[in-house]
């Protein structure tokens, strides 16, 4: 990276957050394209996704990225006008290009550098599909004469900034002027001039900087500058009328040719000393009266609806808010305890008053910052279509992914660490699962095969299922591979598969048949997420695999019940409606939308769900709902209605898997939440 006058890291770090968003659009758009080759819409929006990675990587000065997305720019070019036909080898090509910018920003983030790779002779194959013939050598910088007739050479992100201008068909100017030799301020008069020619055009660079002020002064008696704009000679004069200014020297230049390396000079008319003196008196009083020069008027910048913010800081406020979730319900612990024995009324309603307006406040930014953690589980998702489009190619075989549930939303915590299981999971429906075309015609299915991912929320979990088509688990092999006997359950024999070094493949490829594959995803979403992993296949029509996931850091609305001398959270979403259950009731309860199992809270925790009573002449019944099933849960107490903070719990303390997370109450007590989809599981 060149030097700038921002901090190296800090430039570097926001060049690669907004390169991974840019990647991220271009990998799209370039499989949108591939499926709708005639979209001027999708050619117009590769093009300007490579025209700006061109540029930012130009700017912090990654010459071999900016070259590379500068040929695939090119090569859009020439498709934009007709000049070139976008067909499959040129697309795999150019898909190829993404990839290459893909690795080399892979490498920059790791602290590595871009010219680590060698691309000329992937520059070379891009020059040679465009018709022109390999450049020879790395393109210069442009170069112009300054009035000292030294040489003023130009930074990768000036360079740029000159090549659009050419491309905007703007002329390029250098303006040469002098601060009296009298003035005893000279870079505050120097900085007058620049700054009126920063609001008439893009002033490309100054000599000296005008940036910052420099130590000294006397280096501003003279400056040069290098600006584009549509605007006229006299404009740029007319931004000159400063007091103790002079020697006023304007010069069209001559844009550098593509094919040659030398130094251009002025060209057309220049406005030396004294011409440019008397245009500048000219003007004089009646600068006012000049008509002004139309021009299109610019565009607004866009507005950014959103931020990025390092995982690090949100974590930090995260833990914040927890906290303050717990001194919130210690608060009005000790508000109640307080009323209980207070005796000033105005000091009870002053006290209530404090305690709902901190609940306000905390219940805001609950919402805010639960929101933020969140992201859709498409920048996820939207990665696999690359991977199914490439890998089978590479199999011979023709599959479709479609994507449901692409703005489920999930703890971003979450997303690294699903990346990988997911992965091996696409990779081995495609070389396990879908059939060859042939193979799939002969039993009747379609040429095609296809694998369907969606996500959702369900009972406090996300829920991650994966669908093919293909022939399923071969489970009489899995079944002899493992040893097992038939006295062994199908359900208990495909459970082999995701044990280490566990594989059905006869000989290694490079897609499979090392056996870790689907030990990775047991190993990350089990132990890593503490989550499920559910699988059923059907012989001949295809795999059905769901990934269930808990909500590990979020705030969930419950309700807080007492059960067996315990404190339990239920999400308030779960459940139906509370009422009172006699003693009597029996094993059913009687309900208008028909009789209901009654399930014990604290005998289902001791292993044995039972309805027999407490001893109580009644008790408490929650009506859940999950899974279209409904259970009235028998609790001993109706505590509150409460915002509790999910946090992780130790398998030690969730032994039977009833529990989604665990909390804590206003005053220091355990609050464990329940899992409704898992007590349904459960029931008999």
Sequence with gaps: MFKTGIDDKKLLRAFLEEAEELLDKLGSALLELEKNQQSAELIHEVFRLTHSIKSESALVGFANLSEVAHKIEDLFEMIKSGQRILDKPLMDRILAGSDLITEMIARISRGESDADIDASSFIAELEALAGRPPSTAARPSPRWEAVEETAVSFSPFETVQIQEARERGEPLYRLTYRVAAEEPMKYSRAYLVFSNLEMLASVIKTVPDMAEAAEDDNLYGRVSVFLTGPLSEAEILKACDVDQIEGLELS???????STASTPKGEGQEAR?????????ANGDQASEEPKVEREPAKAAIERSSIRVETRKLNDLWQLMGE???????????????????????LKEELESTVDFLGRISSGIQQAMMETRMVPISVLFNKFPRLVRDLSRKLG?????????????IDRSIIEVLSDPLTHIIRNSLDHGIEPVAERLRKGKRGGGA???????RGGKIVIEIDDDGHGLDVEKIRAKAGAGLEVSDEEVIKNIFKPGFSTKDEVTELSGRGVGMDVVATRIKEDLKGEVLLQSRKDQGMHLTILLPLTLTILHS???????????????DIDETLKVSADAGGKLDHPEGALKLL????????????????????YGVIIQQKGRRVCLL?????????????PIDDILNIKGLFSGVSVLGDGRMLFILDTARIMEVLP
Excluded: W
């Design 397 to 409: 075989k023709e599959v479709e992914l479609k994507l449901f549930g692409e703005d489920t939303e």
């Design 252 to 258: 069209t230049l001559r844009y550098p040719s593509a």
């Design 635 to 647: 609790v001993d107490e109706l505590v509150n209605e409460e915002d509790v903070v999910i946090k």
């Design 451 to 457: 694998i369907t991912m969606s996500a959702h929320q």
């Design 324 to 346: 303050l979730v717990i001194c919130k319900a210690h608060l009005a612990k000790l508000q109640e305890t307080y009323e209980e024995k207070a005796q000033s009324g105005q």
């Design 559 to 573: 309700l807080v019940v007492r059960g067996g001398g315990s404190y339990f959270a239920i999400p308030i979403r």
């Design 600 to 619: 014990r809270l604290d005998a289902l925790l001791a292993g044995s769900p039972s309805s027999e009573g407490s001893g109580k002449e009644e008790s």
């Design 273 to 281: 000393a004294p011409e440019a003196e008397q245009a500048r008196r």
